[in-house]
């Protein structure tokens, strides 16, 4: 909102006081929210994963299954459930 007022206004608006001041009572009154509501473990996966072993006694559909569940895990692609209340 402050990028878009800097467009529209003349002059510094870091050394308005009012905005300032608006700013910091928008801050109090809405204080920014976790990006995620919960972190999950991913242990039961790798635990999963670990039967599937050796990989050459494996089809190819479990084996792609494995690659791309840990290819997932590693890249940190992951998604967050949101949690609804």
Known sequence: MKAA???IL???LGENLLLKRYFRGL???RP????YHF???PDKVIDLLRKY???EKLGLDDLSM???TLLAL???HRMQTPEFN
């Open 66 to 68: 494995k690659l791309v």
């Open 32 to 35: 920014p929210k976790r990006k």
């Open 53 to 55: 072993y050796p990989n």
């Open 74 to 76: 590693t890249t940190g």
């Open 5 to 7: 007022l800097a467009l």
């Open 39 to 41: 972190i999950w473990n």
């Open 27 to 29: 801050s109090r009154l």
């Open 10 to 12: 003349p002059g510094d």
